[in-house]
């Protein structure tokens, strides 16, 4: 009986041996996400480098963890963050709070915040997990402008852009 129990002890060693190590040597190599993974929010911009956020707050109020403030203040054409009247001056998340449960994206009406792949989020102190809204923004995109940008007269009055039914 010990025997049996010995080889079976040798054998299960030996298997584990010759399998393929699950380790990942982190941070050289970076684990895979899947393709729906929800990890540190973007605030979008538009190709010509306006902000999608309007700062309605929609994503505050969805936010079931009370992780986001907003703050809107007024656009003008002569310095203008966002289409429509509104920008988010102030936009805050604290992700000491965020339960990554993406009602925040599916609350926003201009597709503005996006949880996307990046969970590298470590902080050693508890102001570092506020993720303001300059932390959030992605950059400008070749050809865009950086944002506060000079319009034309009326040509952004519409906040929120026409939407196409989807085929
Ligand atoms: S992912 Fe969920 S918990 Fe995190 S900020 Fe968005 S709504 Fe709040
Ligand atoms: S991210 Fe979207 S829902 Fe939140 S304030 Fe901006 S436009 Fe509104």
Redesign the pocket.
């Known amino acids: 009986m010990f025997a049996v129990d010995l080889a079976r002890g040798m054998w299960t060693t030996l298997r584990s041996m010759l399998e393929r190590p699950v380790t990942y040597q982190y941070p050289e190599v970076k684990r895979p996400v899947r393709e729906r993974f ?1 990890g540190r ?1 973007a605030l979008k911009r538009y190709e010509n480098g306006l902000e999608k956020c309007i700062g309605c707050a929609l ?2 109020a ?7 403030f907003v703050e809107a203040s007024e656009n003008n054409d002569a310095a203008r963050y966002s289409p429509g009247e509104r920008y988010a001056s102030t936009y805050e ?3 000491l ?11 926003c009406p201009t597709e503005a ?1 996006v ?1 996307e792949h990046n969970y590298e989020l470590s902080f050693t102190q508890r102001r570092q997990a506020l993720y303001t809204r300059e932390m959030l923004l992605d950059s400008v995109a070749a050809g865009g402008q950086p944002t506060p940008m000079a319009v034309p007269p009326g040509a952004f009055n519409r906040a929120i852009p026409e939407m196409k039914n989807p085929d």
């Open positions: 929800r929010h994503c505050a969805a936010c079931p963890a009370d992780a986001i998340i604290n992700m709070r965020c339960i990554f449960c993406g009602y925040c994206e599916d609350a915040i949880l």
